[in-house]
């Protein structure tokens, strides 16, 4: 029964900025949002799409996709209401699909309504979708919960540069979830009520709601593991035996789920050596004197003991893999698995019938290059860990290794004038974790394709990091672009895959599940890495 | 003393202007991004079009004078209608908004004095209520045991970094005992006794980690000042009035003594809001320094940019503040 | 007076109202026990004045504070007895003692400028000594007050009620500090050196108000001081103390005229009288007598003269120097402080000039102008060749080697951190006049010219005593070999006989080097005896000028008279003749923006003697 | 003839140095931080010696282990040997302490000096200060570390490149409580008169402020010294402690106790080493300064 179960007590260790996930990108705003506002279809933990105020998903089966594929038409759920009690129309998807296309409104969600060339209302509970060339996948607009639908009635004053100025709106947007935002502090805590108008009249459980941010990981962990002050925590990046010990005082339990995070180390294709100054990293600078030779790539990749790294560093949260595309299972390689186990012999035998011997200090050379590397990361300690581990393992194969790590606003910011941003890449190996959005991997998968390779020319602006080139590649993916079919999809994208891997455009080491950690009080709870971790809130309830 | 003043004050302007711009061009500078904690899935060109919608294309200098305008137009003729209620001219002008939130920082900075206050503000408070009598005794009964141990006491005050102390009280008092919570519920509101013991409760830990460091560093310089004037010509004249030693103590050397150790307590006055970065960290007290923190890594300009100007304000007044005192305490300083 | 013998007990009628036997007084240094008065014995009769007199560190201050029982308890300890009325005060609890203190007994001490609380106004300190131990109303306490700052003469007491100590002067400050110990009639106060730290002409003020005072309150005195002038008069009778022992003690009239102690006479012949030099033209030496055998060691005799037929080494025209005053918000010029206002004069080899005047007079001014250590405003001097006001930083540092500076205070002007031997070779070196040895040489020379021993100059100067270190001192200052001294007080913080000392040493000094001197002081006894010619300067202005003997024995300017009455004559015998010193305070040398200081005009009383009109 | 009696209560000789050293040793605080203090740089500098394990070598079947004789202090989650590492650290965060301070000491002093002795820069300098005062140190960090690391790096190597970035960074930030203090100190000593006689006997003023001024205020400069070595290992770990700082395979204190917090309840060692390494550092360094002012106290020099 609804708001039988008193207050639902959220922790999320890095704080909320906003409640409006258009304007922030942040994977905690979209989660804290999908409380309140809704998508027409969303993923289930699955990957499996499920309708949520659309009746149901269209399909070229059902008609729904047109079948020239471009276009596609959603009907929304009967007698839908806002929070405030006004009806859901098509309109408000319209407005949506405005809003955050509108010039100078910085939308952060844009890349979504991509392609998109009208949204029109058919009637006012059907909306059709249309794209300027056909989308094999047109399941983005308006799918999942980076893309959901805002009132344009409260939001209609806010459209471009105003946007940012609605602070009442975006702090308190109203929305069609289970609940509804009654006080919001910002980058401190969020206090939820249940809604009123929910559709389910027997959902939420929890009266109230608190979205409490704030703090570091572990701490998060011990309120609900350990103290049990709160129900729910979000990424329980920790390591595992710490993690382990908490659990055991038995006030909560830990849930994982595998979406298509990996955790990689790049290997930098273009020579980085800082007397080349600004050339470094792109291809004036000329290919690395000791990476591009496969058999050092391969070399390092095989000296690493990824079951050692997923135990120190991520226990449950995380699966040693060979693979960039780790998921959705119908695209996950099986053939690409040389790299899965540690094997120094056959490393240091690569690299002796390479020619690089060991010098007297031990590192091996050829032709004056050392395989000396500079490995840099950004400031995590699960991070710094592994960069201490693979640092002795290379060192088993005469490879000397320097750590840095970097600020992660700094790495992962795209400041042009910082060397020390990840595109850049001012360092021959660096580790970080990527992924992409949804189930569909094209456009991931179009990362590697040489004209994505960051230069000073695109404003380091490119998905292709290790500036790996290879034309056999690129024309898979045109391929990939062409064909519509999931099964002959996935062909293609398993034979990217398996290219990367056995090229070594960068070495794969952890295929990362999302941790979160609640209360054993708490049930319902079904972990998604589709989605927002709290897609299913208004199921959850406290067990009596 | 008041022309005293109002020049510190005129001379206060410009040094603001100088400290702000400076403090803007290093933000400026800083190779943190504000959308560095973006999912990587966020495509670069919409990454463009936001940097754009926050004005981050603009020039240098634009941005800066925006910054000043709005700082020192905009937010002030805000607060004068919101208290008012009268409105001037549209009513409609563009405040500093901070990057990671789209709300007005000075609103983020309101929602956040409070907890700010309460832990931080008054643990100094007791650190000086506590200090005051402790220096006191540890001055007049010099080398006596109390000496010895206070002394080491506010040594280990002092030398014992918050950030040990307070994880160790973390895991005694709120893993293994369970008495007092490891998370600050701002949303607490006292109205009822229950609902004050939990305030107190949530207090606990970190106002007694803070007022442990307040009370070492203020008792070391109430007992200093103490001895400094214990022996002044003017005690042994007190004394040979017959004025009874009570008074002598807490009426001469006191009251002489406290005169440095107020402009000491004034210039550490700022301190509070900048908050404690570190201790607020540690037991969650969302406060201003955790605010900075969080922009600081969010690389939120105009929110770091704001909080620390506002911070450089409060230490330039302090400054002025601590100098005025000593110019009333003190008869004979005459400023001017 | 009432004549008491030494051993009180034969008193008349009412006994003594402080009787001391066989008071030992002991410190605890590095854990020993260390006497520093030892056996003292004395009585002291109602309405009587007993004096303690003493050099510096011979225990005066340790036997006052023993009585009133104020030092620190736990590093020091008191034996003997102090019976006041016969009430034993050794053995009284701490609260007893303390309605003893202020009411029964009560005290001044030496430094009026920190002896009050400099945070309480003036008013509220004296009331709390009435408040303390009476029980009245604010009101009332209030009341006293204001008979009581009346009574000590301050002017406008009403308005000064709420005043702070800073706001008065030295003389001011100690008449609060009478007023004070005067709030409960105490029948026996104590003056720990009241005058000491004052200028002649408040001294004088200040010793005739206890004495009036104590006539009309007919309280005891004990007095204590280290100025046989001063003592001779206000005493009754006469306390000698010398290394924590009273050696002689009778009738002041007895100890001038008859002392027998070694150490007495050593004392009196050091006391530079007034009037002294009758008839003598040029300076003399004071005669130094060895305590222990009582002989003269250093006999007095006259010293060199001056030639005046070479050109001056030092020729000051029209110096004049003024401090702006800012004020105001943009910090605008309101006003200047005239300190040295056109002042002219010249100084020739081996003369000494003496600059005279109360404190705040611009005497010092004057001196650091000379060796623009601040900057003149305008005038001309002219040094050893150099155009002193125009010189260039390179020249004027080659200038002061021609002029030398000697400061008042012997504890502050050497630097606590550098071995002596270093302050004193230290101009030369900085000069690179020669190497580290010839630096050497020259200083440990000069250390043994001014009586000191060579192998001294590894010590601290922490290590030596007041008098030891002026020497040090001048040893440095005659480091360049200068022509010109300056020396700003040089003797005026020292005790008698060594201040004695030093004077002979200056004037040994200048005949073998033939320096020229200009001796800053406000002591006119010591400027009698040291100099070929004085100034008299008041309020930034020379108003008489001349050879020292003329100005002497026919002073004309009535601030020069009124100057030679304040001193303290070391006569019993003249002992109440009173001065009718006004009780104004010291005028003040601010002037508004603007300010035309008046043409003077100077009148010639005979060759050299000039006197302003 | 009072200069006999003075000579007689003088002691015989010693040297300046020795009267402090003698001043030194009768504070019992002073002595006990001097011998701790010189037991943990022992024990962190010649430790190594004895304790050979390279405290950066992974063992990672040991990790997460108690005190034991192979590893005395216990190992970390990845299996380093915490003895080592807090020896390591202890050089590093020692270095770091004594170089910053060094740094923000000869600035601050220099700041101080100035503007007490130059009343007309006073105005602008006690001004800089302010800023400084308003500096937020995170930011200028990266600032400092984006535009320098490389360079430092090319000229000094990774490790000491970065050593200098640190040291500089808490340095240029902690010198103002230094400066202000030697400024009150240089405006009482300046009135002396032994400053005007040495001024008078024509000596160039720089040679005054070195020769008279700084020897004089050596006090307030020994004592901010010692708090200045305190607070700069605390600024350290505090970085450290908020993820800046040093390289993760560069062990300091304050790392390793930020890293062992999470540890407290698997591996209470892990925190309590270092934790007890910084606050015994510290103290004992903060007894040291208290020692060293007493002894240098003016009113122990003039009796
Ligand atoms: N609190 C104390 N502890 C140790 N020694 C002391 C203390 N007070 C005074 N003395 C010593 O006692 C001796 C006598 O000192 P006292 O102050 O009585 O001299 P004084 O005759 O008053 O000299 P002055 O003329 O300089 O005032 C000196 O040697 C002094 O150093
Ligand atoms: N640097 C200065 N700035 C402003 N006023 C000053 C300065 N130096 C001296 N004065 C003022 O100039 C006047 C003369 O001072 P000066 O020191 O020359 O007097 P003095 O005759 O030496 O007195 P004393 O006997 O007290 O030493 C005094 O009123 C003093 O306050
Ligand atoms: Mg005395
Ligand atoms: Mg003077």
């Known amino acids: ?544 | 003393m008041f022309t005293f003043t109002l020049r510190r004050l005129l001379f206060a302007v410009p040094t603001l202007l100088v400290i702000s711009f400076i403090i803007f061009a290093l933000l400026d500078l800083a190779p943190s991004d504000p959308l560095s904690d973006l999912p990587l899935t966020i495509p670069p060109e919409v990454r463009a079009q936001i940097r754009e919608a926050m004005g981050l294309d603009q020039p240098f200098f634009v941005r800066y004078l925006r910054w000043l305008q709005q700082f020192f137009v905009n937010e002030p003729l805000n607060i004068f209608e919101q208290i008012t209620g009268i409105t001037v001219g549209t009513g409609e002008r563009m405040r500093v908004l901070s990057w990671a939130t789209r709300s007005p920082v000075v609103d983020l900075i309101v929602q956040r004095l409070p907890q700010t206050l309460w832990v931080v503000g008054l643990s100094y408070l007791f650190g000086v209520l506590l200090a005051i009598p402790i220096g006191v005794v540890s001055a007049y009964r010099q080398y006596s045991v109390f000496d010895q141990i206070g002394t080491f006491v506010s040594m280990v005050g002092y030398s014992v970094p918050t950030f040990f102390t307070g994880v160790l009280l973390i895991v005694i008092f709120s893993s293994w005992l369970q008495w007092f919570p490891s998370i600050y519920d701002t949303n607490l509101v006292v109205n009822d006794w229950g609902s004050f013991i939990l305030q107190v409760k949530q207090m606990f830990l970190p106002v007694m980690v803070l007022t442990l460091y307040n009370t070492s560093q203020i008792s070391r310089f109430v007992r200093a000042s103490m001895l400094d004037n214990l022996h002044q010509d003017y005690v042994r004249t007190a004394r040979a009035k017959g004025v009874k030693e009570k008074v002598v103590l807490l009426v001469h050397v006191l009251r002489n003594s406290l005169i440095p150790v107020v402009t000491v307590i004034a210039l550490g006055v700022p301190t509070i809001f900048s908050g404690a970065i570190i201790t607020e960290q540690i037991f969650r007290v969302n406060g201003l320094g955790q605010l900075l923190i969080t922009a600081i890594q969010g690389a939120d300009i105009p929110l770091v940019q704001t909080l620390t100007f506002i911070f450089a304000v409060l230490i330039v007044l302090f400054n002025l503040i601590a100098d005025v005192l000593y110019g009333i305490l003190d008869p004979r300083i005459r400023y001017d | 007076m009432v004549e008491v013998s030494v051993n009180g007990n034969a008193a008349s009628g009412n006994g003594p109202v402080l009787s001391v036997r066989d008071l030992t007084t002991s410190f605890r240094v590095g854990g020993e026990w260390r006497s520093v008065v030892k056996d003292v014995s004395f009585d002291i009769a109602p309405k009587e004045t007993v004096a303690i007199v003493g050099e510096s560190g011979s225990g005066k201050s340790v036997t006052s504070l023993s009585i009133m029982r104020l030092l620190p308890a736990n590093a020091s300890r008191i034996e003997g007895s102090v019976k006041l009325n016969g009430r034993e005060l050794l053995t009284l609890g701490q609260e007893d003692m303390r309605k003893v203190r202020g009411n029964d007994i009560a005290m001044i001490f030496q430094e009026p400028m920190t002896s009050l609380n400099p945070i309480f106004p003036i008013g509220k300190q004296i009331a709390e000594a009435i408040t303390c131990h009476r029980d009245v109303s604010t009101a009332e306490a209030n009341a006293e007050v204001l008979r009581l700052l009346d009574k000590v003469r301050i002017p406008n007491a009403k308005g000064r009620f709420g005043d702070y100590p800073h706001q008065f002067s030295g003389g001011m400050r100690q008449r609060v500090m009478i007023a004070m110990a005067l709030a409960s009639r105490p029948k026996l106060l104590i003056a720990d050196e009241p005058t000491t730290a004052l200028d002649v002409t408040i001294q004088g003020q200040i010793l005739d108000l206890i004495k009036v005072l104590q006539e009309e309150e007919g309280m005891a005195v004990l007095f204590i001081t280290h100025d046989m002038g001063v003592v001779a008069e206000v005493s009754d009778r006469t306390i000698v103390m010398f290394r924590g022992e009273a050696v002689e003690t009778g009738t002041t009239d007895d100890i001038f005229n008859r002392g027998k102690h070694p150490y007495t006479r050593a004392l009196l012949s050091a006391v530079p009288r007034l009037g002294s030099m009758g008839g003598r033209e040029r300076p003399m030496r004071f005669p130094v007598i060895d305590i222990a055998t009582g002989e003269t060691k250093v006999p007095e005799t006259e010293a060199g003269g001056v030639d005046r037929t070479k050109r001056p080494v030092l020729e000051v025209k029209n110096l004049t120097t003024r401090f702006d005053i800012h004020s105001g918000l943009f910090g605008r010029k309101s006003g200047a402080v005239h300190a040295v206002e056109n002042v002219s004069f010249d100084l020739r080899e081996g003369e000494t000039l003496s600059l005279v005047g109360e404190s705040g007079c611009g005497k010092s001014t004057t001196g650091r102008s000379i060796t623009r250590l601040v900057e003149p405003t305008a005038g001309a001097i002219a040094l050893d060749g150099y155009d002193v006001v125009r010189l260039d930083r390179r020249s004027l540092r080659n200038m002061r080697r021609s002029i030398q500076m000697v400061f008042q205070d012997p504890f502050a002007s050497l630097d606590p951190r550098m071995s002596v031997g270093s302050a004193v070779m230290e101009p030369f070196v900085e000069h690179g006049l020669g190497s580290k040895a010839e630096a050497r040489d020259k200083a440990a020379d000069l250390l043994e010219r001014v009586g000191l021993k060579a192998d001294m100059m590894r010590r601290y100067p922490h290590e030596f005593s007041g008098g030891q270190r002026q020497r040090i001192a001048i040893a440095r200052s005659l480091m360049l070999d200068p022509k010109v001294i300056v020396a700003d007080e040089a003797v005026s913080a020292l005790d008698v006989s060594i201040k004695a000392q030093v004077c002979n040493l200056l004037l040994d000094l200048q005949q073998s080097f033939n320096l020229a001197y200009l001796f800053i002081s406000h002591d006119m006894a010591v400027v009698e005896r040291v100099s070929h010619r004085v100034a008299v300067m008041y309020l930034g202005e020379i108003v008489e000028i001349g050879p020292r003997q003329a100005v002497f024995d026919n002073p004309q300017h009535p601030y020069t008279k009124k100057l030679m009455a304040a001193v303290p004559v070391p006569d019993p015998a003249r002992r109440s003749i009173r001065r009718n010193i006004s009780t104004d305070e010291i005028k003040s040398p601010v002037r508004p923006v603007g300010y035309q200081p008046p043409q003077r005009q100077y009148r010639e009383v005979s060759a050299g003697h000039l006197v302003q009109v | 003839m009072t200069d006999a009696i003075a000579t007689i209560e003088t002691k015989a000789g010693g040297s300046f140095a020795r009267d402090l050293w003698n001043q030194f040793r009768a504070h019992p605080g002073g002595v006990a931080g001097l011998i701790v203090f010189v037991f943990i740089v022992a024990a962190v500098f010649l430790g190594p010696l004895i304790h050979t394990i390279d405290p950066n070598k992974i063992d990672i079947r040991a990790k997460n282990q108690g005190p034991s004789l192979a590893h005395p202090f216990g190992t970390d989650n990845l299996g380093h040997d915490m003895l080592a590492q807090v020896m390591a650290g202890g050089q590093i965060s020692l270095a770091v302490g004594m170089t910053a301070m060094l740094l923000a000491l000869i600035l601050g002093t220099f700041v101080g000096v100035l503007s007490g002795y130059f009343k007309r820069i006073d105005g602008l300098l006690m001004r800089i200060t302010d800023l400084f005062l308003a500096l937020p140190l995170l930011p200028l960090l990266l600032v400092i570390i984006m535009l320098f690391r490389d360079t430092l790096r090319a000229a000094f190597g990774p490790e000491t490149g970065i050593f200098i970035l640190i040291v500089f960074v808490i340095g240029v930030t902690s010198w103002m409580h230094t400066a202000r203090i030697v400024r009150g100190d240089v405006l009482a000593v300046k009135s002396q008169e032994f400053v005007l006689a040495a001024k008078a006997s024509g000596m160039w003023e720089y040679r005054v402020i070195l020769k008279h001024i700084l020897p004089n205020v050596m006090s307030s400069i020994m004592v901010s010294a010692t708090l200045g070595i305190a607070s700069a290992i605390i600024t350290e770990s505090a970085l450290s402690f908020l993820g800046l700082g040093f390289p993760s395979d560069f062990p300091t204190w304050g790392r390793l106790l930020y890293d062992g917090a999470n540890f407290l309840q698997i591996n209470p060692s892990r925190v309590l080493w270092p934790g007890l390494a910084i606050s015994l550092t510290v103290l004992s360094v903060n007894y040291i300064g208290d020692a060293i002012r007493d002894a240098l106290d003016p009113r122990m020099l003039k009796r």
Request: one cysteine or more; aromatic letters at 10%.
């Open chain 1, 1 to 544: 029964e609804r708001g039988s179960d008193g207050e639902l007590k959220i922790l999320f260790w890095q704080a909320v900025s906003t409640m409006n996930p258009y304007l922030s990108g942040g994977t905690k705003e979209v989660y804290s949002a999908s409380m309140v506002l809704e998508p027409l279809a969303r993923y289930d933990e699955t990957g499996t799409l499920v309708p949520m105020l659309a009746a149901e998903i269209p399909t070229v089966e059902n008609g729904g996709v047109a079948a020239d594929l471009k276009s596609i038409t959603w009907k929304l759920k009967p007698d839908l209401k806002w929070s405030d009690g006004s009806p859901v129309t098509a309109d408000d998807a319209i407005f949506t699909w405005k809003y955050c296309t509108a010039p100078d409104g910085g939308c952060a969600q844009s890349a979504y309504y991509e392609g998109v060339t009208n949204v029109e209302a058919v009637d006012p509970s059907t909306i059709k979708v249309s794209f300027a060339e056909a989308k094999p996948y047109p399941y983005s607009a308006f799918v999942g919960a980076q893309s959901p639908i805002i009132q344009a009635a409260q939001f209609k004053d806010c459209l471009g540069p105003k946007a940012p100025e609605c602070t009442a709106a975006n702090f308190g947007p109203i929305g069609t979830g289970p609940f509804v935002v009654k006080e919001f502090k910002a980058n401190d805590v969020i206090t939820f009520e249940a809604n009123k108008n929910y559709r389910d009249p027997a959902k939420p459980a929890f009266a109230t709601a608190t979205l409490k941010g704030g703090g570091d990981a572990a701490s998060a962990a011990r309120a609900v593991l350990e103290t049990g002050e709160f129900d729910y925590a979000w990424n329980m990046q920790v390591e595992p035996e710490i993690l382990a010990t908490m659990v055991a005082a038995g006030k909560g339990k830990l849930v994982t789920a595998f979406g298509t995070q990996v955790e990689r180390i790049d290997v930098n294709a273009f020579a980085v050596d800082p007397s080349l100054g600004d050339k470094r990293s792109t291809k004036e600078a000329g290919p690395h004197p000791a990476l591009k030779d496969i058999a050092v790539r391969k070399a390092l990749s095989l000296a690493i003991d990824r079951d050692i790294i997923d135990e120190t560093g991520y226990g449950e949260a995380g699966q040693p893999t060979c693979n960039i595309l780790p998921a959705p299972d119908i695209y996950k390689s099986t053939d690409v698995d040389w790299c899965l186990k540690q094997d120094l012999d056959a490393a240091n035998k690569l690299l002796d019938d390479a020619g690089w011997a060991k010098g007297s200090d031990g590192i091996r050379a050829k032709d004056g290059v050392r395989l000396s590397f500079l490995y840099q990361s950004s400031t995590n300690s699960v991070r710094q860990a592994t960069q201490a581990l693979v640092k002795d393992m290379w060192s088993q194969i005469g490879v000397e290794v320097e750590l840095r790590n970097i600020a992660a606003s700094v790495f992962f910011g795209g400041d042009p004038a910082s060397p020390d941003t990840f595109q850049k890449f001012y360092a021959d190996v660096q580790m970080y974790t990527n992924n992409f959005d949804g189930t569909d991997p094209e456009k991931y998968m179009a990362g590697w394709m040489c004209d994505k390779i960051p230069s000073p020319a695109n404003g380091w602006q490119g998905e292709n990091i290790v500036r790996y080139c290879n034309e056999d590649y690129d024309k898979l993916v045109v391929e990939l672009g062409k064909t519509s079919k999931l099964e002959e999809r996935a062909v293609i994208a398993k034979k990217l895959n398996d290219m990367l891997t056995n090229d070594v455009a960068q070495i794969p080491l952890i295929h990362r599940g999302s941790v979160s950690s609640h209360s054993v009080t708490l049930e319902g709870v079904k972990m998604n890495a589709w989605d927002s971790e709290l897609w299913n809130v208004a199921d959850w309830s406290r067990k009596k």
